[in-house]
């Protein structure tokens, strides 16, 4: 079946300008995760949904951040007056349930912010 | 608040021989463990995962790693390396059940493995 799938797989964007990423993950998986993968940081936790709990937002670096999920299967990462800091690859995943289970992963978004 | 350290960044072997790639982690708790790999422009795959369960852990393609509490290791093997193996490997903690970081990964820095013909 269809695995978890993210767009763009490429952005390009100036500084300052707002962002979107999008992810969709697998059909009737409840829980969906962002991660954020830069050299500097490594693969980092941003953000967790989990049914229609309100989200994790623990990870998310700054204000600038934030994402939904709309219906409890799309998310949207939105990075608002993006820095070159933001530039990285994001990640998306998803698992049929929070906790252990296993979360397949789509194959990221690279962000450069020039 | 858990974390892993990979204690090689770089290993390079030859084809045929053994792979031991190393994760130390530490946690206040019983942790959840998982080996992720990650082929180049591929995303995340996991290999295995360690859930209190059998401290021995076999995986995908013949890779396998020990959970030992007493040394808070969690070693990765295989007993022979194939050219597809090259990659990054990173060693993964997972919070606590019932915890408010449960299901929340914590990556290790990733160790790149080279397979020599």
């Known amino acids: 079946g269809a695995g978890v799938s993210q767009s763009p797989s490429n952005k390009v964007t100036e500084k300052g300008k707002d962002v979107e990423l999008r992810c969709d993950p697998i059909?009737?998986?409840?829980?969906l995760y962002w991660y954020r993968q830069s050299l500097g940081q490594g693969l980092e936790f941003l953000i967790y949904?989990?049914?229609?709990?309100?989200?994790?937002k623990s990870g998310l670096p700054s204000d600038r951040f934030s994402a939904e999920r709309t219906g409890g299967s799309v998310s949207t990462l939105t990075i608002q007056r993006t820095q070159q800091e933001d530039s990285a690859v994001y990640l998306c995943a998803s698992s049929l349930a929070g906790g252990e289970y296993e979360q397949y992963f789509g194959p990221g978004t690279r962000l450069t912010v020039t | 608040a858990q974390s892993v350290t990979q204690l090689d960044s770089h290993v390079s072997v030859s084809e045929g021989t053994p792979v031991l790639l190393r994760c130390n982690y530490s946690s206040s708790y019983s942790p959840s463990l998982f080996w992720y790999v990650q082929h180049p422009n591929k995303g995340l795959q996991l290999l295995l995962k360690y859930t209190s369960a059998a401290t021995l852990v076999k995986g995908i393609n013949g890779f396998e790693a020990e959970f030992k509490k007493s040394e808070t290791s969690f070693h990765l093997t295989k007993p022979s390396a194939h050219m597809s193996d090259a990659a990054e490997y990173f060693c993964?903690?997972?919070?606590?059940?019932?915890?408010?970081?449960?299901?929340?990964?914590?990556f290790g820095q990733g160790t790149i493995l080279t397979v020599h013909p």
């Open positions: 059909s009737g998986h409840t829980a």
């Open positions: 993964v903690v997972s919070g606590p059940a019932g915890g408010t970081s449960y299901g929340k990964l914590t």
């Open positions: 949904f989990q049914g229609n709990s309100a989200p994790d």
